[in-house]
Nanobody, 123 residues
Framework: QVQLVESGGGSVQPGGTLTLSCTTS????????MAWFRQAPGDEREGVAA????????YYADSVKGRFTISRDNAKNTLRLRMVSLKPEDTAMYYCAASLRGIEPLIPTYDYWGQGTQVTVSS
């Protein structure tokens, strides 16, 4: 079974930068789509960014496009999300997800999920 573990969350000031990481027990470029989702208290879980197995295609929510960058290092079994120009609205629990099949990239229908890492953006 694929196991995902997120790290890198924390508290930053508006305009700050954070990089989240997700390590997985296995990274298959042909079988695993990867994505980041987030959920703030009282809100629905939303797709933030997703990446195809080979890293060729990336997808972003409009709210983060231009500020967040998703990438994957398959050799290191690592997914990353670099977040710059962070806003208070970005505050949420961020989850790493993986799918063994082709799916809608920003829809939470993934097969595996991490436990989440908290990102807090405030003054």
């Amino acid at each position: 079974q694929v196991q995902l573990v997120e790290s890198g969350g924390g508290s930053v000031q508006p305009g700050g930068t954070l990089t989240l990481s997700c390590t997985t027990s296995t990274f298959s470029t042909s079988l695993e789509y990867m994505a980041w989702f987030r959920q703030a208290p009282g809100d629905e879980r939303e797709g933030v960014a997703a990446i195809s197995p080979g890293g060729t295609n990336t997808y972003y929510a409009d709210s983060v496009k231009g500020r967040f960058t998703i990438s994957r290092d398959n050799a290191k079994n690592t997914l990353r999300l670099r977040m710059v120009s962070l806003k208070p609205e970005d505050t949420a629990m961020y989850y790493c997800a993986a799918s063994l099949r082709g799916i809608e990239p920003l829809i939470p229908t993934y097969d595996y999920w991490g436990q989440g890492t908290q990102v807090t953006v405030s003054s």
